[in-house]
């Protein structure tokens, strides 16, 4: 439940569950906010696992609570290493290393100096989307991590906005080469013969 997002000040219709063909007196006059919703969810599930006596093969009389609590205190937790979690939520778009040694992304210039080491090859900037403005991660194209480059040259600060920006400048060429086309196609005047209907 708490995976579930929901705008703020949402409201929801809770019904009972009523037999076929019987409506409730009150049938939706009430609503509850989703935050209230979410919070005697919450409360529910709570008590259903702490409740005991539970009749499992696992519980065997104990709570949900209990035996979950048991089974996680003898589990041997794996770590992500410090490599993997650099890789969390990150996106990943393949570029070539400039020959001055850095690497553009949306327009944005980033250097580093394991990365200009690599000049004039192909590697894989691992990203946030969301913060251009942060560092961004080198790797070679078969997985090795090369080092962390910082911006240098600023243009955009998310992916979604240097996309916008790219998407209105080819709309703008479109429109500034449509015209010149279809000129030269009428009546040879783009060929530099007169105007139609001239004398």
Not at 25 to 48: K, M, P, Q
């Amino acid at each position: 439940m708490r995976g579930h997002q929901q705008a703020p000040g949402r409201r929801r219709r809770l019904y009972r569950q009523q037999p076929a063909g019987q409506a409730l007196a009150n049938y939706g006059s009430r609503t509850l906010a989703w935050d209230e919703f979410v919070r005697l969810v919450d409360a529910g599930i709570a008590e259903h696992n702490a409740r005991p006596d539970r009749r499992t093969a696992t519980a065997r009389g104990r709570s949900f609570d209990a035996t979950f609590d048991e089974g996680y205190a003898a589990s041997v937790i794996r770590r992500a290493s410090a490599e993997q979690r650099r890789l969390w939520l990150l996106a990943a778009e393949g570029v070539k290393v400039r020959r001055e040694g850095y690497v553009v992304l949306a327009g944005n210039a980033y250097f580093g100096e394991a990365v200009s080491a690599l000049a004039g090859q192909h590697v894989v900037v691992r990203f946030d989307p969301d913060r251009l403005d942060q560092p961004v991660h080198v790797h070679t194209p078969g997985g090795a991590y090369v080092g962390a480059a910082e911006r240098t040259t600023a243009r955009f600060d998310d992916i979604d906005t240097a996309r916008e920006h790219a998407r209105a400048h080819r709309a703008r060429q479109r429109a500034a080469r449509g015209p010149a086309r279809g000129h030269g196609a009428d009546g040879g005047a783009g060929r530099g013969g007169p105007p139609a209907g001239g004398g």
